[in-house]
Nanobody, 122 residues
Framework: VQLQASGGGLVQAGGSLRLSCAFSGRAFSKYSMAWFRQSPEKERELVAALSWGGAIYYTDSVKGRFTISRDNAKNTTYLQMDSLKPEDTAVYYC?????????????????WGQGTQVTVSS
């Protein structure tokens, strides 16, 4: 499995970005997909997850602002980020977990993308 994240950039507070994660490999539909983020001096945290069965998880700080989705025909996972805040600034990583749940933890994810930088200016 290879994951390629894209879509990061610099945006003003209140703006929007859409991240994409292209999945290369077999059986994308059997994988739970997630977005994590990591900012300097902080641990990598789970932002949103979408299981193979359709269950969704969001961390509290992004509820109502971020939307995770997937297109199994295109082997791609998305993270629509609206109403961005400076505290959303981080490197965002997509990750894949075969047959995982939406509440799988960081160590459960076997495959990781390279990360894409999101910077939100105030």
């Amino acid at each position: 499995v290879q994951l390629q994240a894209s879509g990061g950039g610099l945006v003003q507070a209140g703006g929007s970005l859409r991240l994409s994660c292209a999945f290369s490999g077999r059986a994308f539909s059997k994988y739970s997909m997630a977005w994590f983020r990591q900012s300097p001096e902080k641990e990598r945290e789970l932002v949103a997850a979408l299981s193979w069965g359709g269950a969704i998880y969001y961390t509290d700080s992004v509820k109502g602002r971020f939307t995770i989705s997937r297109d199994n025909a295109k082997n791609t996972t998305y993270l629509q980020m609206d109403s961005l805040k400076p505290e959303d600034t981080a490197v965002y990583y997509c990750a894949a977990n075969l047959w995982g749940s939406a509440r799988s933890e960081l160590h459960d994810y076997e495959d990781w993308g390279q990360g894409t930088q999101v910077t939100v200016s105030s």
